[in-house]
């Protein structure tokens, strides 16, 4: 972990998190997605173990760190998160020779929000981290840059109780851009009127949060989950292994 530059204190304007993985228990995550296969398995009677299930969706979806899979290099369009998992579902169905049709898909959406108001959970520490920063770290504009879509960003934010914790919410669909694109992150900084210099990510991804952060000139902080050793991942000023090793760094840098 880089050591704190305390001439630097003080400057910051803004800090950013990621959601899913970062403030979001990305175990509850795993088990929204084993209830969803469980409840395809006996909606299609499907010789499946869920486990296996979970782990095909999955790759339709995420990368091994569960950070989302980048699209077609020659596809510039921008594709919703919603719209990814309904090819993944339609993947899964596709291995037992199964065609889901619009009311398929109309259900997959009901399970998928029903399982992930039931079983997504915030990490502990969410709430300790923001509540410090709301009690002892004003004006400080506090913010979250996600790659998710619009309709689930509100649902589980008012089913979680978080929205009114942050100044700004910047979701992929709202800019038509995923991280580490510089766009969604230059629409954050907008939002808070500052510069990237002025600013903090939180992030555990590495390519999403911590390089896109990096390209517009953010101070990162890598919550480095999965313990990783790349070369390339120099580029993170602060790395934790657990999002509650983020305090004693935030409370340095913006004291």
Same mark, same amino acid.
């Given at each position: 972990?880089?050591?704190?530059?305390?001439?630097?204190?003080?400057?910051?304007?803004?800090?950013?998190?990621?959601?899913?993985?970062?403030?979001?228990?990305?175990?509850?995550?795993?088990?929204?997605?084993?209830?969803?296969?469980?409840?395809?398995?006996?909606?299609?009677?499907?010789?499946?173990?869920?486990?296996?299930?979970?782990?095909?969706?999955?790759?339709?979806?995420?990368?091994?760190?569960?950070? +989302?899979?980048?699209?077609?290099?020659?596809? #510039?369009?921008? @594709?919703?998160? !919603?719209? /990814?998992? &309904?090819?993944?579902? =339609? *993947?899964?169905?596709?291995?037992?020779?199964?065609?889901?049709?619009?009311?398929?898909?109309?259900?997959?959406?009901?399970?998928?929000?029903?399982?992930?108001?039931?079983?997504?959970?915030?990490?502990?520490?969410?709430?300790?981290?923001?509540?410090?920063?709301?009690?002892?770290?004003?004006?400080?504009?506090?913010?979250?840059?996600?790659?998710?879509?619009?309709?689930?960003?509100?649902?589980?934010?008012?089913?979680?109780?978080?929205?009114?914790?942050?100044?700004?919410?910047?979701?992929?669909?709202?800019?038509?851009?995923?991280?580490?694109?510089?766009?969604?992150?230059?629409?954050? +900084?907008?939002?808070?009127?500052?510069?990237? #210099?002025?600013? @903090?990510?939180? !992030?555990? /991804?590495? &390519?999403?949060?911590? =390089? *896109?952060?990096?390209?517009?000139?953010?101070?990162?902080?890598?919550?480095?989950?999965?313990?990783?050793?790349?070369?390339?991942?120099?580029?993170?000023?602060?790395?934790?292994?657990?999002?509650?090793?983020?305090?004693?760094?935030?409370?340095?840098?913006?004291?």
């Amino acid at each position: 972990m880089q050591k704190i530059n305390k001439k630097g204190v003080k400057r910051y304007q803004a800090i950013f998190f990621d959601f899913g993985g970062t403030l979001m228990d990305a175990e509850s995550d795993n088990v929204t997605h084993l209830q969803m296969m469980k409840d395809i398995i006996q909606k299609y009677n499907l010789p499946a173990c869920p486990e296996d299930l979970v782990d095909k969706y999955n790759s339709f979806l995420f990368t091994k760190e569960m950070t +989302l899979l980048d699209g077609d290099p020659e596809d #510039e369009s921008f @594709i919703p998160l !919603g719209e /990814s998992t &309904k090819k993944a579902f =339609a *993947g899964i169905l596709s291995q037992y020779n199964i065609h889901p049709s619009l009311e398929d898909y109309r259900w997959f959406k009901e399970i998928y929000f029903e399982n992930h108001q039931k079983y997504i959970k915030l990490f502990p520490e969410t709430w300790e981290i923001i509540r410090y920063l709301r009690n002892h770290h004003r004006p400080l504009h506090l913010g979250i840059i996600s790659d998710i879509d619009n309709d689930y960003m509100e649902f589980q934010f008012n089913i979680l109780g978080i929205s009114s914790l942050f100044d700004s919410i910047t979701t992929s669909e709202e800019v038509q851009s995923y991280k580490p694109e510089a766009k969604i992150f230059q629409v954050a +900084l907008n939002k808070a009127g500052c510069r990237g #210099e002025k600013s @903090i990510m939180v !992030g555990d /991804s590495y &390519k999403r949060d911590i =390089a *896109g952060g990096k390209n517009v000139g953010m101070t990162t902080i890598w919550i480095n989950k999965f313990n990783l050793d790349n070369p390339d991942t120099e580029k993170a000023d602060f790395i934790v292994i657990h999002l509650k090793d983020i305090l004693p760094i935030l409370d340095e840098l913006i004291k």
